[in-house]
């Protein structure tokens, strides 16, 4: 039995398919229109879907959609109320739009769905799951649990921003939600925003820029802003905010107790954005291990499943690892809206149709979240032939040592393999790669080829059976969703005058045997490949374990600021031929810079909106 998830019309749209429980393939709308966190109907990302699972729509059983619009609509007329006049201009913009078409969404996607097939009977077809089922959904059916607590949150479904559900073999019960307008989501893009960094996209970026400065301020955000209690639950204070009425996220009594205006995007960073990140990111990561503490209290539970856009804040997961609360904890790789396509298709599938689960212990259901697009050798030398790249065809043996050559003599290297992940992580087959050796690899990639901010950090990937003699990590982290720490024996012991040093000043300080991978505070957003998930990858690492003694890789999704990870092979050499990478390796073939024609080299600055 087939079912289509879908999820759209907000933030990254996408579309996943499933048959008889089994995840058959799952992308984001904005990998084949090449607009970043395209909110658009994902007309592509389905055509890709049934394409690969080799069907029509017509034969689909049932299509779901990740939320429900009545529902979203009923809680916008009720904030309105409540805090009328307030926020009149911001309902006189938002109302058309609902009345015109987000309140007719069913019919607005039977019309879309039409195109594939005219004479489908979507009436009965098309069915809507809540929004933070669907998060939950996505969390705990492909995991490797039988039984697990799950927690979801984000900043605003319908009404949940934060939910507590069980899950049993094929059944899932939420049993509390956390309502709108109180959201940890809304709350860290609320600091995004005053910190100068985009709403849905720089939350990454407050994350990293926290341990270059000191939680100053996170008395005062307890103090003003939050109230939590001991098992998790927490209100916020909304005076401070203008989300819930207005067109802002904060206002000016926001401004006035942090010393004064947001910091305007793009203008230098300065100590105050630095220590109002690290304060922002302590109070979560507090309220995050309350919630998880009370969590496993009352249900008894030893495993913990977390989805939504907050599951992304690697570094408060970590700390959930870490303090014991559950013996395990699995996070879903696409735990934004995109996600929800997926936990749409699998709640019809457990809970509509009541579809046994197959959980085989230790491995979950993604599949290394390989689930996107893949191009067979001849597909990839046909198409880079047409775009006018110049490349050799090598066997396994002779492209591993080529690409170590390259990483071991500091080059950057585009590496495109089999199937595209699904999520905002680049996890090996779509990925920019680089020797984490090198004390200069972070600020190259940042500056020379991936156009961004200097502080931002880099991931590790790590042969999985290497991870203990390298990071403080006794399990594996296959999605680059946990932080740890850089392990003891590793790192380099820093002088009085390099402790001393403070925010961007630490940047270049080597801290350990791979500082292009080890942030200001030890830290490392690890990835652990294992060969039966990504064997190329895996002896990739070998390789270069091998030759250098090191079985880490700097990994770094593949795309520029502002830019869609690639899809394509054609996205891939236009990205090479845009940045300072000097080899590209796709399927087999191997591409150098040095023998392109240069007059394919492009300008990527400018082509992308800056994120």
Request: hydrophobic share 40%; aromatic share 10%; charged share 25%.
């Amino acid at each position: 039995m087939h079912i289509l998830g879908i999820s759209a019309f907000y933030h990254d749209s996408a579309a996943a398919l499933v048959n008889d429980c089994r995840i058959i393939a799952a992308a984001q709308e904005e990998r084949f229109s090449r607009k970043k966190h395209d909110s658009a109907f994902p007309e592509k990302a389905i055509e890709y879907c049934l394409a690969h699972g080799g069907i029509a729509l017509s034969d689909v059983d049932f299509i779901v959609f990740y939320d429900k619009p009545f529902l979203k609509f009923e809680r916008l007329l009720e904030n309105y109320l409540a805090f009328a006049p307030r926020g009149f201009s911001s309902f006189f913009k938002a109302i058309p739009v609902w009345l015109k078409e987000k309140l007719f969404q069913k019919k607005l996607l039977s019309d879309e769905l039409r195109q594939f097939a005219p004479r489908m009977d979507f009436e009965h077809r098309l069915l809507f799951a809540e929004h933070h089922q669907s998060h939950a959904a996505s969390a705990f059916f492909p995991s490797p649990f039988d039984q697990a607590a799950i927690l979801t949150m984000d900043g605003v479904g319908e009404w949940a921003t934060t939910s507590l559900a069980i899950g049993t073999g094929n059944r899932l019960d939420i049993i509390r939600e956390i309502h709108f307008p109180h959201s940890l989501g809304l709350l860290y893009s609320a600091f995004t925003c005053y910190t100068g960094f985009r709403v849905n996209s720089g939350e990454y970026k407050l994350m990293g820029l926290a341990p270059y400065g000191e939680p100053k301020y996170a008395q005062v955000i307890r103090d003003n802003i939050i109230d939590v209690k001991d098992d998790g639950s927490f209100r916020l204070n909304m005076e401070y905010f203008d989300y819930y009425t207005g067109l802002r996220m904060t206002n000016a009594r926001f401004e006035a107790l942090f010393g004064g205006p947001a910091r305007r995007p793009e203008d230098k960073l300065t100590r105050r954005e630095m220590d109002i990140a690290a304060s922002i990111q302590q109070v979560l990561e507090d309220t995050v291990l309350k919630l998880a503490r009370s969590i496993a209290r009352e249900t008894g539970q030893k495993n913990l499943c977390l989805a939504g856009g907050v599951a992304l804040n690697c570094v408060a997961n970590g700390k959930i690892l870490r303090d014991g609360a559950f013996e395990n904890i699995w996070v879903q790789p696409a735990s934004g809206d995109a996600g929800g396509a997926l936990g749409a298709a699998l709640a019809a599938t457990h809970g509509l149709l009541d579809k046994p689960r197959h959980v085989v212990p230790g491995m979950d259901a993604m599949q290394g979240a390989y689930l996107g697009p893949e191009y067979s050798q001849s597909e990839i030398e046909e198409r880079l032939t047409g775009a006018g790249a110049v490349f050799n065809v090598l066997d396994d043996p002779a492209l591993l040592e080529t690409t170590v050559d390259a990483l071991s003599g500091n080059s950057g290297v585009g590496w495109f393999q089999g199937r595209m992940e699904f999520g905002p992580r680049a996890l090996g087959n779509r990925s920019m790669l680089g020797d984490p050796r090198s004390p200069g690899m972070q600020k190259t990639l940042n500056l020379k080829v991936k156009y961004r901010e200097s502080f931002r950090p880099f991931a590790p990937s790590i042969r999985a059976e290497d991870i203990a003699e390298w990071f403080e990590l006794d399990t594996e982290s296959p999605y680059m969703l946990i932080v740890a720490d850089v392990h003891e024996k590793r790192r380099r012991r820093m002088s009085a005058e390099e402790n001393a040093l403070f925010g961007i000043e630490k940047l270049n300080i080597a801290r350990s045997e791979i500082p292009a991978v080890t942030h200001v505070d030890y830290s490392a957003r690890v990835q652990s490949v294992s060969a039966k998930t990504n064997p190329r990858y895996h002896a990739l690492l070998s390789a270069f374990k091998a030759r250098t003694g090191c079985p880490v890789l700097v990994n770094t999704s593949f795309n520029i600021r502002g830019e869609p990870i690639v899809s394509s092979p054609e996205d891939a050499f236009r990205c090479f031929m845009g940045t300072g990478l000097e080899l590209l390796v796709i399927g087999n073939c191997v591409l150098h810079k040095s023998a392109q024609n240069p007059e394919l080299a492009q300008n990527h600055r400018d082509r992308f909106a800056l994120d």
